[in-house]
């Protein structure tokens, strides 16, 4: 089965690529900003950061929309307060994603 957008596999390996990417033109990069290796190296340490956390938020928003399509399915009834506690949790921390990551663009 090969890897596809949904795939965490995918993520991973996308992630490696573009560190491996950036991580070798590092010195070229450094040269043309005229910073030194540390600032160079804060960059990408910040870059893959916010790079994880996007990815971390795409996986909440898909796993909120799962649970609410389970919330009215007959077959979930039994279990109905901890799907809500669950969307719960998940929107608190979509919107507190959200918000750290519209500061960090203004």
């Not at 690529?17 to 960059?43: M, P």
Request: charged residues 25%; contains cysteine; aromatic residues 8%.
């Amino acid at each position: 089965m090969g890897m596809g957008k949904g795939d965490p596999d995918f993520g991973v390996f996308m992630a490696q690529l573009d560190n491996g990417i950036i991580s070798s033109a590092l010195t070229t990069i450094n040269r043309h900003f005229d910073v030194s290796e540390n600032w160079g190296a804060w960059g990408i340490t910040i870059y893959t950061l916010g790079l994880a956390m996007s990815e971390f938020l795409d996986r909440l928003v898909v796993r909120r929309n799962t649970l609410k399509q389970q919330l009215d399915a007959p077959e979930f009834q039994e279990i109905r307060l901890m799907i809500q506690g669950e969307l719960k949790a998940r929107e608190l921390w979509i919107q507190c994603l959200k918000k750290t990551k519209n500061e960090s663009i203004s």
